[in-house]
């Protein structure tokens, strides 16, 4: 039936056009107990499980049928509810807001979709009002969710919770969509069947502005497209991605076009990435450190310790590490695009000329990698100092899963410069401004293996510092290691080694047909074979 005025009162909504708002509470008094609303059919303008300015202790919206335009779980202009629950199993609602319109307060909201057409967005907070807890499961949806938001519209949410196990949707946030405060955002995906779950971006922050603290994601199946730790264009503290299982594309520590304040931390344990793993963000700054750590997980692109992009800086210090059975590439990779570990960024600078103090660190314990090693950035700078440390002796931390080593392409300390593989280059681009450390020891490993060369420089390119290589326990008299050359250091130490050099040409040597083992190296030391 049509509706003339405002209805206040529990109800079901069978059947014809409401225009006008229906309230499950309220106008002005208070309703001790809940109130419940079943949409079973019709079309609603506006739905409040509260009142219009009044309070409700629990509100229960049920769409089970019908159309919603818009769907609020608490009240209108004030009044608190203190818990709301809304619960889609049919029907189609344009957006959901599991808190208050524009005033009053909701200390907890559940909003669970397992089957509803949801065509714009959902949101765990309010439209203008904070909100104390919000919980949101998609379980299943008749179509792509375009937005999800933990927080809310224009207001902030203290503790935010976005559960995924089954569905499609386009834009999942942990933090609110224009602005608002969000102190903890957790997003979490799990799913048996990683096919039932189907995400193109998951951002743990706000979309275009505000700020959320404390993001955490955790992905335990799904088929993702980008993961994103901090925000789209609003600001994070810090971020946090934990990827257990599930089919992702690519993954950026940082946010998209939006900055992180302090550190980013990307923790993959497993699943399989199509594409790269990022430190830093796309586009987007980091004004302290990255941290990234690949245990056993399968990486078919390049893992980057820092940002992607020429605006993505990282402002302090970049940090990879690789341990147990991690797999970067395939067979068919062909570097730098694909199969190489980087300790600064695609495009993207670590450090500040400023500054020239930041370090970009690269530890690899345990892995086969079908590709290159960098300790500097591919196509970009270090300000400061590269360490490239590999082995588990090498790397000294007893808390990583040391397993077998394989590298079949080069070990540089510095960066990829000549990444269209150009035959005609030089050696003049600085990648690492201050100096580079390369620390080699097989020592522990019962596989232990790099098939390309091991440069002092990067490629095509240098260090204005000096470079220094050790290489220890690297094979034996009986059993020697198989290299191509050992190029451009100041100082190479091999130690409690064997080491055999098939020699490469260098076009920046007056010999440049003629095949090389040792190349522009200052000072070789040597207490081994080659």
């Known amino acids: 039936s049509s509706a003339a005025s405002d209805?206040?009162?529990?109800?079901?909504?069978?059947?014809?056009?409401?225009?006008?708002?229906?309230?499950?509470?309220?106008?002005?008094?208070?309703?001790?107990?809940?109130?419940?609303?079943?949409?079973?059919?019709?079309?609603?303008?506006?739905?409040?499980?509260?009142?219009?300015?009044?309070?409700?202790?629990?509100?229960?919206?049920?769409?089970?049928?019908?159309?919603a335009n818009v769907i609020y779980g608490g009240s209108n202009i004030t009044g608190t509810v203190n818990t709301t629950n809304i619960t889609g199993t049919s029907g189609t609602a344009n957006t959901i807001f599991g808190g208050n319109?524009?005033?009053?307060?909701?200390?907890?909201?559940?909003?669970?979709?397992?089957?509803?057409?949801?065509?714009?967005?959902?949101?765990?907070?309010?439209?203008?009002?904070?909100?104390?807890?919000?919980?949101?499961?998609?379980k299943s949806n008749q179509n792509k969710i375009p937005n999800i938001y933990g927080g809310g519209n224009e207001a902030g949410v203290t503790n935010a919770n976005v559960n995924l196990t089954s569905g499609k949707s386009e834009n999942v946030f942990?933090?609110?969509?224009?602005?608002?405060?969000?102190?903890?955002?957790?997003?979490?995906?799990?799913?048996?069947?990683?096919?039932?779950?189907?995400?193109?971006?998951?951002?743990?922050?706000?979309?275009?502005?505000?700020?959320?603290?404390?993001?955490?994601?955790?992905?335990?199946?799904?088929?993702?497209?980008?993961?994103?730790?901090?925000?789209?264009?609003?600001?994070?503290?810090?971020?946090?991605?934990?990827i257990e299982k599930g089919i992702?594309?690519?993954?950026?520590?940082?946010?998209?076009?939006?900055?992180?304040?302090?550190?980013?931390?990307?923790?993959?344990?497993?699943?399989?990435?199509?594409?790269?793993?990022?430190?830093?963000?796309?586009?987007?700054?980091?004004?302290?450190?990255?941290?990234?750590?690949?245990?056993?997980?399968?990486?078919?692109?390049?893992?980057?310790a820092g940002g992607n992009g020429t605006t993505a800086t990282v402002y302090e210090n970049a940090n990879i590490t690789i341990d147990g059975e991690t797999v970067i590439g395939t067979t068919d990779s062909v570097s730098p695009e694909s199969g190489c570990v980087f300790g600064g960024g695609k495009a993207a600078v670590t450090g500040t000329e400023s500054n020239n103090n930041s370090q970009s660190t690269v530890n690899?314990?345990?892995?086969?990698?079908?590709?290159?090693?960098?300790g500097g950035a591919n196509t970009s700078k270090v300000y400061g100092i590269t360490n490239t440390n590999i082995g588990y002796v090498a790397v000294g931390n007893e808390n990583l899963q040391k397993a077998n080593i394989l590298i079949t392409g080069t070990v540089f300390g510095g960066g990829e410069a000549n990444a269209s593989g150009s035959e005609v280059y030089d050696f003049s681009y600085i990648s690492v401004?201050?100096?580079?450390?390369?620390?080699?020891?097989?020592?522990?490993?019962d596989e232990f293996a790099i098939r390309g060369s091991i440069f002092g420089s990067g490629n095509a390119s240098s260090t204005s510092g000096a470079s220094y290589?050790?290489?220890?326990?690297?094979?034996t008299i009986d059993n020697p290691q198989k290299n191509i050359s050992i190029?451009?250091?100041?100082?190479?130490?091999?130690?409690?080694?064997?080491?055999?050099?098939?020699?490469?040409?260098?076009?920046?040597?007056?010999?440049?047909?003629?095949?090389?083992?040792?190349?522009?190296?200052?000072?070789?030391?040597?207490?081994?074979?080659i």
């Open 7 to 67: 209805v206040y009162k529990r109800q079901n909504i069978n059947s014809g056009n409401h225009t006008a708002q229906v309230y499950g509470g309220g106008n002005l008094g208070v309703v001790d107990g809940n109130s419940q609303i079943n949409i079973n059919g019709g079309t609603s303008n506006e739905i409040y499980g509260g009142g219009q300015s009044s309070d409700v202790n629990s509100s229960y919206i049920n769409l089970q049928g019908g159309q």
């Open 101 to 138: 319109n524009v005033g009053g307060n909701c200390e907890e909201t559940n909003i669970t979709i397992n089957g509803a057409n949801i065509t714009d967005a959902i949101y765990g907070g309010g439209n203008k009002v904070n909100t104390n807890t919000s919980n949101i499961t998609i």
């Open 174 to 242: 942990g933090g609110s969509n224009n602005s608002g405060i969000v102190e903890t955002s957790n997003i979490t995906t799990e799913t048996e069947i990683d096919n039932n779950l189907q995400v193109t971006n998951i951002y743990g922050g706000n979309n275009a502005g505000g700020l959320t603290k404390n993001p955490n994601i955790k992905v335990a199946g799904g088929t993702i497209e980008n993961i994103f730790g901090g925000g789209n264009r609003a600001e994070v503290e810090n971020t946090n991605i934990n």
């Open 248 to 304: 992702i594309q690519d993954i950026y520590g940082g946010g998209n076009a939006a900055a992180v304040q302090n550190d980013t931390s990307v923790k993959v344990t497993g699943g399989s990435i199509k594409n790269n793993v990022y430190g830093g963000g796309n586009e987007g700054i980091v004004q302290k450190n990255t941290n990234v750590l690949i245990t056993n997980g399968k990486i078919n692109g390049s893992v980057y």
């Open 364 to 374: 690899i314990v345990g892995g086969t990698i079908y590709g290159n090693v960098y």
């Open 433 to 445: 401004t201050k100096g580079i450390n390369i620390n080699i020891d097989g020592d522990t490993h």
């Open 469 to 475: 290589v050790m290489i220890k326990n690297y094979g």
């Open 487 to 529: 190029q451009r250091a100041t100082i190479v130490t091999l130690d409690n080694s064997a080491v055999v050099l098939s020699g490469a040409t260098d076009r920046t040597n007056e010999y440049s047909n003629v095949y090389l083992s040792l190349i522009h190296i200052s000072e070789p030391t040597r207490r081994s074979y």
